[in-house]
């Protein structure tokens, strides 16, 4: 992690912007050459209803769990401003961020975006707790109910999975769902996405962990239930292999710019993906981020040279 090579990916990726002028104006761009080229966002369709979200959505894990400086909150309106006007409206939180759900609030608040798709989970043991966690997301968020709320890491989720369930019939939450990460509990997901009526499931994917194709990302697509992907960059561990390395010819012809589009794309052109949630503390990688949800996908074939281009890396 200490090397220089890992110093300059981590910086080319994450060059502070400092100036509200500037965080101003470049809330307001769009990455140039991507959308230029086309005006159709890449969407997917929740597979419980038909209704379609944007293939790129928005995580918060880490880069939304601030302090209260006044710079850092601005960074993070021009961060979702830069989200909404390229077309994105699924967030994603949940209240193990530390203050990410109050930040979020604040910054809607500020924006009051046209379109949001508000994703959050309870992390909590107990009937009772459970609920008291979900109410106070809510008021955090300021909505007056969540699209879908999710059982973050599967913690205690045969008595969450209950309230989840009675919310949705009474139309206290729209989506139900599960979450993991980081490759675990997958038998126990399996199960649940087997047996219990979800709409959602939420798990790590990208180029480097490939286990969900086996046996998760099949069935999700087998039993229509929406995948969210979390982790696209594997925690940022995937840029120090891209260090002065060119991006392969195709990314041309997918109009790809840069390697986290590279990586996006790899995601969401499979069949079984609804969205991948890639997370930010920096405008220009949001715009990197969602310009990700345009243009061409690659096919099975193209998916295959993509791996092919990225293993001598490794």
Known sequence: M???????????????LKGLGLLSILAAMRPVNIWAKNTAIITRRIPVSGEKI??????????FGIGNEPEKLATRVAILRSFFAGGGYLIDSSPMYGNAEKVIGECLATIQ?????????VWTSGWQQGIRQMETSRRLWGLPRFDLLQIHNLLDWKVHIETL?????????????VTTSHGRRHDELEMIMRTQPIDFVQFTYNILDREAEAR??????????????????QGGELFPYTVRKNLPGMASELQIENWAQFFLKYI???PAVTCAIPATSQVQHMQENIAACYGPLPDKAMRAEMQK?????L
């Open 113 to 121: 975006p046209f379109s949001l798709f508000a994703a959050t989970k």
């Open 309 to 313: 281009a990225f293993k001598p890396f």
């Open 54 to 63: 944007p293939a790129i959505g928005m995580g918060s894990w880490l880069t």
């Open 165 to 177: 369930k009675a919310w949705k019939q009474e139309g206290k939450v729209r989506y139900i769902g």
């Open 2 to 16: 200490a090397t220089s090579d890992y110093k300059a990916i981590k910086i080319a990726r994450r060059r502070f």
């Open 268 to 270: 969401i052109s499979h």
């Open 216 to 233: 998760l990302l099949p069935l999700a697509k087998d039993k229509g239930i929406a995948v969210i992907v979390n982790r696209p960059f």
